[in-house]
């Protein structure tokens, strides 16, 4: 299963947002609202160790992108996240976007995401981009062993089928809006369709 070719094969500077608004709230979530949607978050993955989510969108199957849901906060937080991933996709120049997963990622000091590949054949097609909202100097963002630094409100599209990795060794909370994206007039890879096949004579649902 080949990713898209349209990834960036590193990373991707996408530009300056205007996160003002939307870290003003992210500030303000208190910590039993981080703690409730951590322990109902869909993406429960070992190398995420610690971090703690709060999704907003997601997939009900990771073998394919193209059926997100919305989950119960995104109605709320949608004036709020529209004009900030508007601003982050523009240099796409894509007519019709869609996004599969949206969420934020709360790493305490201290933290370490370990290096891993996003392996699901749903994180393939998709453009994967990070924006910072809180952060510190001491975080690293690593792509293929090669360290980054990302700043407030600076959005950049990461090579998610590179081995990656983070390290918060600040003395504060690093916080990223992180969603993917991906271009709905894109004719579908050819690797899709056999998946497809393959779940329905076992009996999934996509």
Known sequence: MQPNSRKTRSIRNLGKIDIAALRERVLEVPEALWEAEDASKPNRFAELDTTRHIVFRFVPNFLDWR?????????DWRPLLDPV?????APYGYERGDYPRIML???APGGVIQPHRDANPAAKWPHKVHIALVTNPDVTFFVDGVAYTFE???AVEVNNMSVHAVENR?????IHLIFEYFDLDQPDPEWLAPLHAQAGSAGERF
Do not use: F, I
Request: charged content about 30%.
């Open 105 to 107: 990622a709360r790493m």
């Open 152 to 154: 407030e409100g600076e």
């Open 170 to 174: 600040g003395d504060c909370d690093r």
């Open 67 to 75: 059926n997100a849901y919305d989950r119960p906060l995104m109605a």
């Open 85 to 89: 991933l508007a601003q982050a996709v």
